[in-house]
């Protein structure tokens, strides 16, 4: 079983900073694609950045220049360095990977249970 855990979410005025963590655990062969997704009350699920096995990054464009999305991959680890936080941010943040079990096996998508994040006006 594969199982990916996030953690740093919580409240912070507009304009502070909030760190994301995931830890990614199980039986790993590899990690592909990891990333970061969010979710506001009454809106769809949305790609906030994400980054392949080689380090290429992608991030949504109302978080470019505030977000910093890096990974480690020998940790199989994500993490979302959020700065100049909006109200517009508040979501749950979800943690996502594409992870190799097995060498015979494509590359299944996992998801964290999510972490709040909350930016008061």
């Known amino acids: 079983q594969v199982q990916l855990v996030e953690s740093g979410g919580g409240l912070v005025q507009a304009g502070g900073s909030l760190r994301l963590s995931c830890a990614a655990s199980?039986?790993?062969?590899?990690?592909?694609?990891m990333g970061w997704y969010r979710q506001a009350p009454g809106k769809e699920r949305e790609l906030v950045a994400d980054i392949t096995s080689g380090g290429t990054i992608n991030y949504e464009d109302s978080v470019k220049g505030r977000f910093t999305i890096s990974r480690d991959n020998a940790k199989s680890m994500v993490y979302l360095q959020m700065n100049s936080l909006k109200p517009e941010d508040t979501a749950v943040y979800y943690c996502?990977?594409?992870?190799?079990?097995?060498?015979?096996?494509?590359?299944?998508?996992?998801w964290g249970q999510g972490t709040q994040v909350t930016v008061a006006s």
């Open positions: 199980g039986n790993i062969l590899r990690t592909n694609t």
């Open positions: 996502y990977a594409q992870i190799v079990r097995f060498a015979w096996r494509p590359p299944d998508n996992y």
